[in-house]
């Protein structure tokens, strides 16, 4: 199976950026498609984007469209999550999540079958 971890969190002002990576193992990240989601304390975790295998179709949350960009570097074996325009609500553990081949119905999770360890997001003045 694949192996994915996450790396990029950290403490930033709002209104800042990071760029959180997703590196995988054991599997060609092309193969699958995947999904960033977070989860905030006393929250349900969500669904912030996904890109698809292949044809690198991206999807995004309403909440992050716009500011946030999900994007593939084949060579590396590795998914980024670049963040824009942080707000505090954006303050979570943001996950990285690997699906056979698409993104359907991303935003559930359920049909990620890989998860990373997670990486904490801290936006904060």
């Known amino acids: 199976q694949v192996q994915l971890v996450e790396s990029g969190g950290g403490l930033v002002q709002p209104g800042g950026s990071l760029k959180l990576s997703c590196a995988a193992s054991?599997?060609?990240?092309?193969?699958?498609?995947i999904g960033w989601f977070r989860q905030a304390p006393g929250k349900e975790r969500e669904g912030v984007s996904c890109i698809s295998s292949r044809i690198n179709s991206t999807y995004y949350s309403d909440t992050v469209k716009g500011r946030f960009t999900i994007s593939r570097d084949n060579a590396k074996n590795t998914v980024y999550l670049q963040m824009n325009s942080l707000k505090p609500e954006d303050t979570a553990v943001y996950y990285c999540?690997?699906?056979?081949?698409?993104?359907?119905?991303?935003?559930?999770?359920?049909?990620?079958?890989?998860w990373g360890q997670g990486t904490q997001v801290t936006v904060s003045s």
């Open positions: 999540a690997a699906s056979v081949g698409s993104c359907s119905t991303w935003d559930s999770g359920s049909r990620f079958r890989a």
């Open positions: 054991g599997r060609t990240l092309d193969y699958f498609g």
